[in-house]
């Protein structure tokens, strides 16, 4: 029996009408065609693996390593085509079987790296200036306090979508239990509110208030604004942190949701874990997700007792410069856009240097 494939057919997109894209899965979709997993061959850990040995003594941190300085002749070809179908396709793209279990923390991050390389440019994840970042338990709660961040902790995450074009994660420690990843079609849970409720999909096609969380750039206000759904250059593309939405009416100064906004908060939430597909997410697999088509979400985790066997995934935040066309509103969370540029910072404060740390911090 053949294996069905999901269409790469994409038509205009237009305002609160449904939207027919290749992002535009359901679970039963991706559970249908699996050709969106991509399993590391023996000659492409070979290829790694000579490519870490040669790095691994010439630097001292991942930031030395440039585009140019990567030789794949056989899996960049594969990065190349997998590339695509994240920007292009589907939004979403699993490799696995990264040698994790006998790589060190430093040949993990080249290599990590040199993949992340082939899909976007890095850039900061947070005002700590972190083009290598890390998903690790460190304390605290993730909405508690504004100077806490949800990767940051052992708690079930909320769906989201991160700043930035696409986000990479590779699992380098699992957890003991708990964890599980779970990824939505942001542009499916669109097309399910405009089916059901119309007028909530219309409020979230408005501009909305969001929280920075303390991440503040120089010269901006503790919070901006954008929709959620965002249409521009015949494409639907989705920023969604339901979490930052709500956290923003911490300010009394901004004004307070409509019923048909809380409303309809309420109901991307709900589809988002209705609609959601679980991934198999093992030890050495590199996740990649499309964040203005996709939304993802992790249930909370229990971590091993001994600090070595603590989970801990690498993540990477990725510009892509030919990526999809970006509103002007985006301008607002990234700064100045220029037309045909991309966000080139990813969160920048005051005096915010960038860094690659091996350990969580």
């Not at 559970?31 to 969106?36: E, H, L, Q």
């Not at 630097?59 to 585009?67: A, E, G, M, Y």
């Not at 970006?326 to 990234?334: K, M, Q, V, W």
Request: proline share 7%; with cysteine; aromatic share 8%.
């Amino acid at each position: 029996m053949a294996t069905q494939m999901i269409s790469r057919q994409r038509e205009e997109a237009l305002k609160l009408r449904p939207v027919v894209d290749p992002a535009a899965w359901t679970a039963a979709d991706l559970g249908a065609d699996r050709s969106w997993i991509h399993p590391l061959s023996d000659a492409d850990i070979a290829e790694l693996d000579a490519l870490v040995a040669k790095l691994e003594p010439r630097i001292s941190d991942v930031l030395q390593i440039k585009r140019d300085d990567i030789d794949l002749p056989t899996l960049g070809p594969r990065l190349a085509a997998i590339k695509d179908d994240i920007i292009n396709g589907r939004g979403l793209a699993l490799i696995r079987g990264m040698p994790a279990d006998r790589y060190t923390r430093l040949q993990a991050a080249i290599a990590f790296w040199c993949i992340g390389l082939f899909v976007g440019v890095p850039v900061s994840q947070n005002a700590k200036g972190h083009l290598l970042g890390h998903v690790a338990d460190l304390g605290g709660t993730s909405f508690k306090n504004p100077k806490n961040r949800g990767y940051q902790t052992h708690d079930e995450l909320p769906f989201h979508c991160d700043s930035c074009d696409v986000v990479g994660l590779l699992c380098f420690h699992p957890s003991k239990s708990g964890g599980e990843s779970t990824v939505t079609s942001s542009l499916n849970i669109y097309n399910e509110m405009l089916k059901r409720r119309p007028e909530l999909a219309a409020a979230l096609a408005e501009p909305i208030y969001r929280d920075r969380r303390n991440e503040i750039p120089p010269g901006r206000d503790p919070w901006f604004q954008m929709p959620v759904f965002n249409f521009f250059d015949g494409c639907l593309t989705v920023s969604w942190s339901g979490g930052y939405i709500r956290s923003a009416q911490r300010f009394e100064e901004l004004p307070r949701h409509s019923q048909d906004l809380i409303d309809a908060i309420d109901m991307f939430s709900e589809l988002a874990r209705d609609l959601a597909y679980a991934m198999d997410f093992r030890q050495g697999d590199i996740q990649f997700l499309h964040n203005h088509v996709t939304v993802h979400s992790r249930t909370e985790f229990e971590d091993f007792p001994e600090p070595e066997r603590k989970r801990n995934l690498l993540r990477l935040w990725l510009a892509t410069p030919d990526g999809r066309p970006l509103p002007p509103a985006f301008s607002e969370r990234y700064g100045a856009l220029k037309p045909g540029e991309r966000p080139a910072g990813g969160i920048v404060v005051e005096g915010t240097v960038f860094k690659a740390p091996l350990e969580a911090e």
